[in-house]
Structure formats: C-alpha cells, structure tokens
C-alpha cells in the first residue's frame, strides 16, 4: 500500500506560478513512477505529467508543456509539480497519483481508479 497526500494548493491570479507537493509513505517510494493529474467542475479528470522511478524521465499533458514541471526526491519521498504562468483553464484540483502495478513513466498516463490516489488540493486561478 502507498499513502499519498497532496499540498500546495491554493488561489492564485493568472501569470502567477505554485507549487503542489505529494508525500507518499508506504512501499518504497522510488519503486514507483508517479503521476499528477486534475479534474476540474464537471469534466473529466485528465492527466498532467508523470515521471520515472530515478527522476530523470518526464512525460507532460500538450496542455501544461512548457509550463509545468514534475520532479522527485526519493530521499524526501516527494514528488512536486511547479506550476508557472498559471491560466484560468488550469483551476481544478489536482491528484497525486502511483500505479499499483510498475510500468513505464508514459503508461502513468493512462492511470484508472485502480491505483493510489491521494485526496487531492485544490488550484484556483483568477483573472
């Protein structure tokens, strides 16, 4: 089993940049890759990025590349997500995710709710 919980979030204003962070305790941390994902008020959640198990391979959503950032630290046994120039369209509340099952960092992507979640922390951005 793997615990995950999420920190960070918060109300923000278009242009500005935040950083969500994702504790996991559990397992050994750095057997998983890891994802970030959101879901915003009546759509679907959708995936953000994800990142290997050493931290050195990443895969983002078109939507936030360029933009955000994944990054890991196994010794902390953290996963962060810097987020900057912050849209209106980011607003949503984001995930902290790990499959149950090792696979590639792009299958994390393709994550279901059979999986570790964390509870999630919500992101607003104002114009």
């Known amino acids: 089993q793997v615990q995950l919980i999420e920190s960070g979030g918060g109300l923000v204003q278009a242009g500005d940049s935040l950083r969500l962070s994702c504790a996991a305790s559990g397992r050994t941390f750095s057997y998983y890759t890891m994802g970030w994902f959101r879901q915003a008020p009546g759509k679907e959640r959708e995936f953000v990025a994800a990142?290997?198990?050493?931290?050195?391979?990443?895969d983002y959503a078109d939507s936030v590349k360029g933009r955000f950032t994944i990054s890991r630290d196994n010794a902390k046994n953290t996963v962060s997500l810097q987020m900057n120039s912050l849209k209106l369209e980011d607003t949503a509340v984001y995930y902290c995710a790990a499959p149950q099952v090792p696979g590639t960092v792009f299958t994390v992507r393709y994550l279901t709710d059979n999986a570790y979640w964390g509870q999630g922390t919500q992101v607003t951005v104002s114009s």
């Open positions: 990142i290997d198990r050493s931290g050195t391979i990443t």
